[in-house]
């Protein structure tokens, strides 16, 4: 099986799982105990710590270890809310961010916050100037991803956040897509809230950061929680910190290298199909070089992604089946298209493993499906 789905997650990094063996070894201990052991274990958590924030531009007493980008979502926003009058009960976020931050959006507005979901311009950026126009004065907080998971797109985060200082509102970017593979400005100066999960990078799964910058006077969302200052319950999984720290290291290490190698398979990638009418590239202006997003016109991306895999590849669909039936992408209406073109859509996703001659005959492959698609219509 050619793996071509890196943007859902990657394997393990040898360098990284071996960091796990080491500290699971030898650093079990619960990181709040308070005899030696647990000592020592929390010395290696607060170094992981200082590192992690180092690599991120960001105060480490801002920074908390969670399960994973999901839960980092949901708590950094409660975080960031928590801090402001509750007068200020409107959010702002995007039609195609990832479902964690639209079911905390769901929750909010059970507890009675107003939210506002922007569509994206055919360029698959926010509008920036609607934006501003959906800011009034109780806005809380504008959250926006900054790579969109579906198709890559690049969102002007800077501008974003300018944005949002300019009105006095707390901004939130979940950074899940992007760490690791794009280089990152000083995130302290930008942002009030991110996220970042491990297994996007080549770090364990189960293991990802929140920050919440520290000005913020933020609440515990669990009330009588010790772990993580509060911020989180549950003893402290160190050994995967550690390995999330050592991938996190060598992907800001290798980003130049592998930003450029994925930019020559993207670039055979799209030659090989560019003159065939029955594909169509969802092209941004701005987009991760190792996802590419497209169509096979009239064809469900289910389809696709089950002929691909009897194949011997394994790609995605833009959103997840339910009960047998693929619900339209969140990015591709927030695009305008329709519920069946966001149904049609694919995501190819490459990695440091990926090869040219991979992605040269996935090209093959897929115009072939393409192909036999259209005559069985």
Wanted: a neutral charge; glycine letters at 6%.
């Amino acid at each position: 099986m050619i793996y071509l789905d890196y943007a859902a997650t990657c394997p393990i990094d040898k360098e990284a799982l071996a960091a796990y063996t080491e500290i699971a070894a030898n650093y079990f201990s619960n990181t709040n105990s308070l005899h030696d052991m647990g000592g020592e274990a929390a010395s290696v958590l607060e170094n992981c710590r200082k590192q992690f924030a180092n690599l991120l531009g960001v105060q480490a007493e801002g920074l908390y270890f969670t399960s994973g980008g999901s839960e980092s979502n949901f708590l950094s926003i409660h975080a960031l809310l928590a801090s402001l009058p509750s007068e200020k009960n409107h959010l702002i976020t995007a039609m195609g961010e990832h479902s964690s931050i639209h079911s905390t959006m769901k929750v909010l507005e059970q507890k009675g916050y107003e939210v506002t979901y922007l569509p994206y311009k055919k360029t698959g950026m926010i509008d920036l100037a609607q934006l501003e126009q959906a800011i009034q004065p109780n806005t809380a907080l504008v959250s926006i991803q900054h790579v969109n998971s579906e198709t890559g797109a690049i969102q002007p985060i800077e501008a974003i956040s300018l944005l949002c200082r300019s009105h006095h509102v707390l901004f939130h970017s979940d950074l899940v897509q992007s760490f690791g593979k794009l280089p990152l400005p000083r995130l302290a100066a930008l942002v009030d809230g991110f996220s970042v999960s491990s297994h996007k990078f080549y770090g364990p799964k189960g293991v990802g950061a929140a920050y919440v910058h520290p000005k913020i006077k933020r609440q515990s969302f669990y009330p009588g929680t010790t772990h993580e200052n509060g911020f989180r319950p549950g003893t402290v999984n160190t050994p995967a910190i550690a390995a999330m720290v050592v991938a996190a290291n060598k992907a800001i290490q290798q980003l130049a290298q592998e930003s450029k190698h994925f930019k020559k398979l993207r670039q055979v990638f799209l030659d090989k199909i560019v003159d065939n009418p029955l594909l169509s590239v969802i092209e941004n202006q701005a987009q991760l070089p190792s996802t590419i997003a497209l169509r096979i016109k009239e064809t469900e991306g289910q389809w696709v992604l089950l002929e691909s895999n009897r194949r011997g590849f394994a790609i995605s669909t833009g959103s997840a089946c339910q009960i047998g039936q693929q619900a339209p992408s969140k990015t591709m209406k927030a695009l305008g298209y329709s519920d069946e073109e966001a149904k049609e859509l694919v995501r190819i996703s490459f990695g440091r493993h990926t090869t040219l001659k991979e992605v040269e005959q996935f090209a093959d492959t897929l115009q072939e499906i393409a192909k036999r698609m259209h005559q069985l219509q």
